[in-house]
């Protein structure tokens, strides 16, 4: 079979999906179906309805992934972030999950991650340059 490689600076979806059919479809073939299911929490505000942060998470193989958190300034210290935890936890278990990762930046919220029961399993130096991206999971089970 003859290829050739070619460079695209901000690929769209219709390439990102076309690179993630083979490696599901390789992924299937040895681990079995991930049963993926998209979630996400929105906080809004409550007179304009405008999203002002949230969770949002997928959950794969038995296992919630937390992509994304952001709590809004505004809101910082009053909850909203442990709030935002236990309701994907509670999701995660009614789903049978075994456990939830994330990944966070030194300058994020590691302390509060611990504080909800979160243990790091791995780090990255350097990412971004003088700090480091942290790997955090919490069992379930």
């Known amino acids: 079979m003859a290829i050739r490689i070619e460079m695209m600076v901000d690929p769209g979806e219709a390439e990102r999906a076309a690179i993630l059919k083979p490696l ?11 049963k993926t299911e998209a979630i996400a929490l929105l906080v809004r505000d409550e007179q304009t309805g405008e999203i002002l ?44 999950c075994v456990g939830i990762w994330l990944d966070t930046f030194d300058f994020q919220a590691p302390a509060f991650y611990a504080q909800h029961g979160f243990s ?10 003088g700090h480091q991206r942290l790997f955090l999971h919490k069992r379930l089970d």
Not at 67 to 92: K, W, Y
Not at 120 to 129: A, I, N, S, V, W
């Open 53 to 96: 942060g949230g969770l949002s998470a997928e959950i794969f193989y038995r296992w919630l992934y937390i992509e994304l958190l952001a709590i809004p300034e505004q809101t910082r210290g009053q909850g909203t972030g442990s709030r935002l935890l236990h309701m994907a936890e509670d999701l995660a278990r009614e789903k049978g």
């Open 24 to 34: 599901r479809a390789h992924n299937r073939a040895k681990a079995g179906d991930p």
């Open 120 to 129: 790091q399993f791995g780090q990255l130096d350097g990412f971004p340059p």
